[in-house]
């Protein structure tokens, strides 16, 4: 079995910075790409930063200069640092890894719960 949880949301004020993490657990293998999405209310699940297995993080134009995606190879944790926070970027964050498990050679996508960021005064 594997397991990705998400942790680090909350209320924040505009302007103020919040950490992600995201956790991966369980007989796994190999990690491939990790990254980060949100949903909004109404509104439909996007892409907020992307790192490669490779490590080469992308961003959307809307977090660039703001965010900043790392991870912990060894512990298979990603992480998610966010500042000068907006009200827009209120939303539920999802954890996405390509991860493969022992008895198998290829890599299955596992999602994690969620967990909501709120921006606001």
């Known amino acids: 079995q594997v397991q990705v949880v998400e942790s680090g949301g909350g209320l924040v004020q505009p302007g103020g910075s919040l950490r992600l993490s995201c956790a991966a657990s369980?007989?796994?293998?190999?990690?491939?790409?990790m990254g980060w999405y949100r949903q909004a209310p109404g509104k439909q699940r996007e892409l907020v930063a992307l790192?490669?297995?490779?490590?080469?993080?992308n961003y959307a134009d809307s977090v660039k200069g703001r965010f900043t995606i790392s991870r912990d190879n060894a512990k298979g944790t990603l992480y998610l640092q966010m500042n000068s926070l907006k009200p827009e970027d209120t939303a539920v964050y999802y954890c996405?890894?390509?991860?493969?498990?022992?008895?198998?050679?290829?890599?299955?996508?596992?999602w994690g719960q969620g967990t909501q960021v709120t921006v606001s005064s």
């Open positions: 369980g007989r796994i293998f190999r990690i491939g790409a």
């Open positions: 996405n890894c390509a991860i493969s498990s022992y008895g198998s050679t290829g890599y299955a996508d596992y």
């Open positions: 790192l490669s297995s490779r490590g080469t993080p």
